[in-house]
T-cell receptor, first 112, second 112 residues
Framework: DAGITQSPRYKITETGRQVTLMCHQT?????MFWYRQDLGHGLRLIYY???????DKGEVPDGYVVSRSKTENFPLTLESATRSQTSVYFC???????????FGPGTRLTVL | RKEVEQDPGPFNVPEGATVAFNCTYS??????FFWYRQDCRKEPKLLMS???SGNEDGRFTAQLNRASQYISLLIRDSKLSDSATYLC?????????????FGQGTILTVHP
């Protein structure tokens, strides 16, 4: 299907476990982003990528790792999950040159 | 001063009312701005872009005041379906893509 998808949509894990959230887009957009959304903080940028093999930190990168070996995929890994990483995670993409960021449906992550 | 600040809300208005939200920003070099809409437990979606003094789309009007560094969103003839959270979004340093900064959002509830 065309668009931007995220998987899983819901995930429950335990403290200390490694978790990978997947993001896939079919538009060949150059830019991709990972945000987390928490009550009282709004949307905060974790990492972003301007192209394959180019990534950079956002506002809250600690505890997260990203990679982008292919333009269409941008996985986010929590190396050792903590309770403070319980959140809703949104992936987004953007065609180079500006304009609208398109968001995926989100992954709701709970760390017990 | 926060990079982006929005009216705290929530706003509760009857159908047919006119309602306005304000958003202030700190980066005077910003050239373009966005309003996104987010329905409960869904992803944000672009509502309007603002590149000059303002923009109008049907019942929605966005205005920009560069001197006072704020943008506003006016909704006329409110509908029940307008109930959502409205996010003010400011790109960094004049670019219209990349590391966007999101406001915390203003919750609007339109009641019969």
């Amino acid at each position: 299907d065309a668009g931007i998808t995220q998987s899983p949509r819901y995930k429950i894990t335990e403290t200390g476990r490694q978790v990978t959230l997947m993001c896939h887009q079919t538009w060949s957009h150059s830019y991709m982003f990972w945000y987390r959304q928490d009550l009282g903080h709004g949307l905060r940028l974790i990492y972003y990528s301007a192209a394959a093999d180019i990534t950079d930190k956002g506002e809250v990168p600690d505890g997260y790792v990203v990679s982008r070996s292919k333009t269409e995929n941008f996985p986010l890994t929590l190396e050792s999950a903590t309770r403070s990483q319980t959140s809703v995670y949104f992936c987004a993409s953007l065609l180079a040159g500006g304009g609208e960021q398109f968001f995926g449906p989100g992954t709701r992550l709970t760390v017990l | 001063r926060k990079e982006v600040e929005q009216d705290p809300g929530p706003f509760n208005v009857p159908e047919g009312a006119t309602v306005a939200f304000n958003c202030t920003y700190s980066n005077s070099a910003s050239q373009s701005f966005f309003w996104y809409r987010q329905d409960c437990r869904k992803e944000p979606k672009l509502l309007m872009s603002v590149y000059s003094s303002g923009n109008e789309d049907g019942r929605f009007t966005a205005q920009l005041n560069r001197a006072s560094q704020y943008i506003s969103l006016l909704i006329r003839d409110s509908k029940l379906s307008d109930s959502a959270t409205y996010l003010c979004v400011v790109p960094p340093s004049g670019t219209s893509y990349g590391k966007l900064t999101f406001g915390q959002g203003t919750i609007l509830t339109v009641h019969p």
